[in-house]
């Protein structure tokens, strides 16, 4: 294979893992219209359109998703290859592919970022925040970081946190005008700031539990999204009520007066948050030392002597 077929090959697997060309490019190190030119060259030379392409949206054709799973393997061996043979040499070096949830982004990989960066200046963090629990095989993700009961099947996994406690909070203010509310089933009776999952777009059902009774709530009100910050805001704005994980920048509000609990002897926790990657994971010590640091672990000792 010519170098320039190979150039062609990469370029549409970033594609389509990434599903946008302006991330692809920004990836491979290209100009968006040098990436395309470079996709037209490809299907040209097989005669096929691999990609189908709108304003707002890329996706391989049938065609091209048939060439996709039969070239992605093999980039991933060849990944594999190549970082081992780095990691021979005693350096930690080469790109780590993370898929994450945005609670773990913002607590857990935002913060080290820094550190990580200082203690392996030749390692390159592709973070992806991705709530939609994407497949990290299908992907080409190395490692992802979900919440313990929504791990992929066949994984390992690394426990980051512990359990993480849900939390119904609500500003003063809209406390002092609409009440408090004092059982899951008066917040039918409030303004909710609601949940949408994405990975069916369905409206998430507030779950609630007290002495072994488990509760399940619609809510309605004037804010649906599927980003934490846009909810947590809209309840110090006093909109409504919100439910979120308590360490995804709600601890600190509760602790300024500027979010009050309520409905704190209903609240559950989920399994806490965990990184989990293939069992056939070639890049132990380039992913032992993202680990690591995600533990805030000493880094040192994973340094080239």
């Known amino acids: 294979?010519?170098?320039?077929?190979?150039?062609?090959?990469?370029?549409?697997?970033?594609?389509?893992?990434?599903?946008?060309?302006?991330?692809?490019?920004?990836?491979?190190?290209?100009?968006?219209?040098?990436?395309?030119?470079?996709?037209?060259?490809?299907?040209?030379?097989?005669?096929?359109?691999?990609?189908?392409?709108?304003?707002?949206?890329?996706?391989?054709?049938?065609?091209?998703?048939?060439?996709?799973?039969?070239?992605?393997?093999?980039?991933?061996?060849?990944?594999?290859a190549v970082a081992e043979a780095s990691e021979a040499t005693g350096r930690v070096t080469g790109t780590l592919r993370v898929n994450t949830l945005g609670i773990a982004a913002r607590t857990l990989i935002g913060p080290r970022l820094a550190r990580f960066h200082q203690a392996y200046p030749d390692v390159v963090l592709d973070v992806v925040v991705d709530d939609a629990l994407a497949d990290i095989v299908t992907g080409r993700f190395d490692a992802g970081i979900r919440v313990g009961g929504r791990l992929e099947k066949d994984m390992i996994a690394v426990r980051l946190t512990p359990d993480l406690d849900m939390v119904a909070v609500a500003s003063p203010d809209y406390l002092a005008?609409?009440?408090?509310?004092?059982?899951?089933?008066?917040?039918?009776?409030?303004?909710?700031?609601n949940w949408r999952l994405q990975m069916d777009g369905r409206h998430y059902r507030w779950e609630f539990e007290k002495r072994g009774r488990r509760v399940e709530v619609a809510v309605e009100g004037p804010i649906v999204t599927n980003h934490a910050d846009i909810g947590v805001a809209a309840a110090v704005s006093g909109l409504g009520i919100a439910y979120h994980f308590e360490r995804d920048g709600v601890a600190e509000l509760l602790a300024q007066g500027q979010l009050v609990q309520v409905l704190s002897d209903w609240s559950?926790?989920?399994?806490?948050?965990?990184?989990?990657?293939?069992?056939?994971?070639h890049r132990a010590a380039l992913l032992g030392a993202f680990i690591d640091c995600l533990l805030d672990k000493d880094l040192v000792a994973r340094q080239p002597n």
């Open 177 to 193: 005008r609409r009440g408090t509310p004092k059982t899951p089933t008066d917040l039918q009776q409030h303004a909710c700031i």
């Open 1 to 80: 294979m010519r170098g320039s077929e190979y150039a062609e090959l990469r370029a549409f697997a970033a594609v389509v893992e990434r599903a946008s060309f302006a991330r692809a490019a920004e990836y491979l190190g290209l100009s968006p219209s040098a990436l395309s030119q470079t996709i037209r060259q490809l299907e040209s030379r097989l005669g096929a359109r691999l990609l189908n392409r709108t304003t707002r949206s890329v996706a391989p054709s049938t065609s091209g998703e048939r060439l996709y799973k039969r070239i992605a393997p093999l980039f991933r061996e060849m990944d594999a």
């Open 268 to 281: 559950i926790s989920r399994p806490g948050l965990f990184l989990y990657y293939p069992n056939r994971q």
